[in-house]
Structures are given as C-alpha cells and as structure tokens.
T-cell receptor
C-alpha cells in the first residue's frame, strides 16, 4: 500500500473557524491532490499540486487554499469553515504519466471526515 | 459540462451473475486514461483497472474487464461471477493528457448491491 497518511481523521468544528488538513506521503510521488466526497456528487477535485510550491485549482476550490512546501506534505486549509464544507476529504498521490510504467493511477489516503456545525 | 457520466445510481444483482456498470465520458483530447475505483463500506478507495485511449485491447484484471468503446466514448466495467464482497460504490474516472497536469476527474458513482 502507498504510504499516505491524513490527519486528523475526524474533526468537528464550528462555523467560522479555520481548519487545516494534512496529507503526508512517504512515496516521493510528484503529484498530490485533495478531493471531497459528498453523497450524490462522487469525488470532486479541490486543489492539486504537481510539485513543490506548484499548485492549481480544481473543480470546487472556492473557500479552500493549499500549500506544498515539501514533496511529502500537502496541506488543505479552510480559512473560515462553513457548514457546506462538511464532507469527507481524500488526499491522493500519483506519478506523472510521462514516467515510465506510470498510468497516472491515484493512490488514496484513508480520508478525513470533517463536520462543521 | 459533465465529463464523466455514470447513469446508474444503484444496482441490485444476484450473486454469481455478471455485472456491467456504465460509464460514458466526454473529451476532445485524443490522449486520455480511464480508471475504475471501488469504495467498500469501510471507505477506502481501491484501484481496479485502467484503460489508455491508445490501448488496442480492452483492459482486464482478474474478474474485472473494461469494455472500451472509443467511438461511443464509453468505458463500462464488467465484473464476472459477482461475489458478495463486490457490494460497494464504484467510480469511473478520467485523466486528460492535453494539459499535462494529470488531474483525474470522477463520476458520481454507482452503488452495487450483490444479493445472496
């Protein structure tokens, strides 16, 4: 299994508070992603990173920011959490397709369940 | 526009029967990849199978096969001889290679129930 850990795994917070979710990998994969999963919506891409300090927005980036200062860590921050951000958040990693033998397959963390009251 | 469409929110199938989960996609990129993932009730995401747009043959992995019909832009997952453990949520996903950023977009999923 890919070495991906997410923290915290569960968090309950109040509207308006800042929240940071951490994704840590030990695989030295170049790409890292944050998705959120909600019933009826599948997985939606929030932000992704294709290298240290290189990040870009996904489908549902409003209200979220990310940072990647080291290859192994990708942080997702909710500056002021809202109830609509209650969700399960998945971090994923992959190697570029251009790398020999890579299909660009995603390896997922176990998910972080965030509840915003 | 929705890039990945899974039209079956839920399916019930008798154990040992074959199952086809539908997936259609939309892209103008000639180079792309298609994936299927399984999410059991425990919540983890499990990679099942991959098909590249230039692959000549349909991908197979054990009991899983991908029925790739490029002209119709469909990438259906076929599970042969279904088992109770196949009960899960299944997601189809696509990577477009045009932008070289490898991001992968998912469909909304199909919940499969295998009946004993």
């Amino acid at each position: 299994d890919a070495g991906i850990t997410q923290s915290p795994r569960h968090k309950v917070t109040e509207t308006g508070t800042p929240v940071t979710l951490r994704c840590h990998q030990t695989e030295n994969h170049r790409y890292m992603y944050w998705y959120r999963q909600d019933p009826g919506h599948g997985l939606r891409l929030i932000h992704y990173s294709y290298g240290v300090k290189d990040t870009d927005k996904g489908e549902v980036s409003d209200g979220y920011s990310v940072s990647r200062s080291k290859t192994e860590d990708f942080l997702l921050t909710l500056e002021s959490a809202t109830s609509s951000q209650t969700s399960v958040y998945f971090c994923a990693i992959s190697e570029p397709v251009l790398e020999q033998g890579s299909t660009g397959e995603l390896f997922f963390g176990e998910g972080s369940r965030l509840t915003v009251l | 526009a929705q890039k990945i469409t899974q039209t079956q929110p839920g399916m019930f199938v008798q154990e040992k029967e074959a199952v086809t989960l539908d997936c259609t996609y939309d892209t103008s990129d000639p180079s792309y990849g298609l994936f299927w993932y399984k999410q059991p009730s425990s919540g983890e995401m499990i990679f099942l199978i991959y098909q590249g747009s230039y692959d000549q043959q349909n991908a197979t992995e054990g009991r899983y096969s991908l029925n790739f019909q490029k002209a119709r832009k469909s990438a259906n997952l076929v599970i042969s001889a279904s088992q109770l453990g196949d009960s899960a949520m299944y997601f189809c996903a696509m990577r477009e290679d045009m932008n070289r950023d490898d991001k992968i977009i998912f469909g909304k999923g199909t919940r499969l129930h295998i009946l004993p």
